[in-house]
């Protein structure tokens, strides 16, 4: 089948197709269409009424704006840093929701998407695109929005795997041609090194991991350099990934699912990463409701799932999308892997996080601060990892937690936790 001839348009006359009272989608992560996203703020005058989901998108969210209120509102899946304000300013909304879950919301037509913006990689000769580095929830809207409208991008790779759209199915195309945004992580410090060394203590050889992205991930997965054949079967991963496959630490040979294969839903690193999954048959970027559906996470072997949060009580319940009543990202895919990992034959499911915040206030907590989300129940908890040590809480009482988690905590906060300790929760330790 010959490429199919497409006749692109400006980004003003794409958006137009844009109604008021339209739902509609943005293409998630680093893959936000930003010439189009400007393009639409700027109809903001002419539309209202328009509900925009997405997830935590990378560049600007200028609908998100307070000029752009009466036009637009933003409904997050999951909250970034461009729509966190708006969110807690009330001029944007929360919908908590597991991340296998979306495609679900789209496809069972729970929520009607009327348009979805998308940024793909050039057609190739038979006329095909991709959804590049961000497959994730997008190919559910992308199958389900009644109009798409997409940026056509030379610098998005083309990825193997679920995300592929012949571009007879734009109803209209952009070209653009700007750099992706990247995201440098800096060297991982003194105590995120230390975590990343216990977590590395906690991976056998032949495990599979998921993990997720900052310092942390970076530090865990750098500390394996001498472990052997691991896998790959996560929702993201960045640039931490690409030493240990360059080393043959990655082989991914004992995977169940997708044997010799890294999978994923959608990607955030440097311009390096990106090419290293550019038309690569070694990595596939799949739907996310398959990525971390715990049926599958759990049929391969020896699964470990490194998450984070923002505070943990000494119960093991996990807040990892607010600071008290403020929503600061979202639920995201931590429960998905958390109980896939757990149900893993030898799977450990971990949250690591620094025993402090930048503050000097404890993240290991009596309680936690009133209007914190619970995202991983004290019933799904197992591994916590700070830089004093690890905690297993699997099979544990409240007494025993508390006894480890006071332990995990910085030695200038365990005295007040252990008071504390025994004035809430009546328990001694």
């Known amino acids: 089948m010959a490429a199919q001839h497409y006749s692109p348009v400006t980004p003003q006359e794409a958006v137009s197709v844009i109604q008021s009272g339209d739902n509609l989608f943005v293409h998630s992560a680093g893959a936000s269409p930003q010439v189009l996203v400007k393009a639409l703020a700027e109809r903001s005058g002419e539309l209202h009424d328009v509900n925009i989901y997405q997830l935590h998108t990378e560049g600007e969210a200028p609908y998100a704006s307070p000029e752009c209120a009466d036009s637009f509102r933003v409904k997050n899946l999951f909250v970034g840093g461009n729509t966190r304000k708006a969110v807690n300013e009330g001029r944007a909304d929360f919908i908590p929701v597991f991340l296998s879950d979306v495609p679900r919301l789209f496809r069972r037509k729970i929520i009607e998407l009327d348009v979805a913006i998308l940024q793909v990689s050039p057609p190739d000769k038979n006329g095909y695109c991709t959804l590049g580095i961000s497959v994730d929830t997008s190919l559910a809207a992308a199958q389900t929005a009644k109009k798409l409208i997409a940026e056509i991008n030379p610098n998005m790779p083309t990825t193997r795997g679920d995300g592929d759209l012949h571009i007879s199915r734009f109803d209209k195309v952009v070209e653009v041609d700007y750099a992706l945004p990247t995201l440098q992580i800096p060297p991982p410090n003194e105590i995120e090194s230390k975590i990343g060394q216990y977590v590395a203590e906690l991976v056998e050889d032949g495990s599979t991991l998921q993990m997720g992205i900052g310092a942390i991930p970076n530090a865990a997965l750098a500390a394996m350099t001498s472990h052997k054949e691991l896998g790959i079967h996560t929702e993201m991963f960045s640039d931490g990934v690409l030493e240990l496959v360059h080393k043959g630490v990655i082989t991914n040979e004992h995977k169940v699912k997708h044997r010799n294969h890294i999978v994923s839903g959608f990607l955030m690193g440097s311009r390096n990463l990106y090419d290293f999954v550019d038309n690569n048959p070694l990595v596939r970027m799949l739907d996310i409701e398959y990525v971390n ?35 600061y990202s979202g639920v995201g895919g931590q429960m998905d892997f958390m109980r896939g990992a757990a149900l893993s034959i030898g ?45 297993d809480l699997y099979g544990r009482s409240i007494r025993d937690r508390a006894r480890q988690l006071v332990g995990l905590a910085h030695p200038d906060h365990r005295e007040r936790l252990e008071r504390e300790v025994f004035e809430t929760w009546n328990v001694k330790i």
Not at 294 to 299: A, D, G, H, L
């Open 293 to 327: 559906d715990t049926s599958v996470i759990r049929q391969n072997p020896k699964v470990v799932a490194i998450n984070s949060a923002i505070e943990v009580d000494i119960t093991g319940q996990v807040c990892a999308d607010s600071i008290g009543t403020r929503i």
């Open 347 to 391: 799977g450990k499911p971990i949250i690591a996080l620094p025993s402090t915040t930048g503050r000097g206030l404890s993240r290991i907590a009596t309680t936690l601060n009133l209007g914190a989300g619970v995202v991983t129940t004290r019933a799904h908890a197992r591994y916590i990892v700070t830089e004093y040590g690890i905690a």
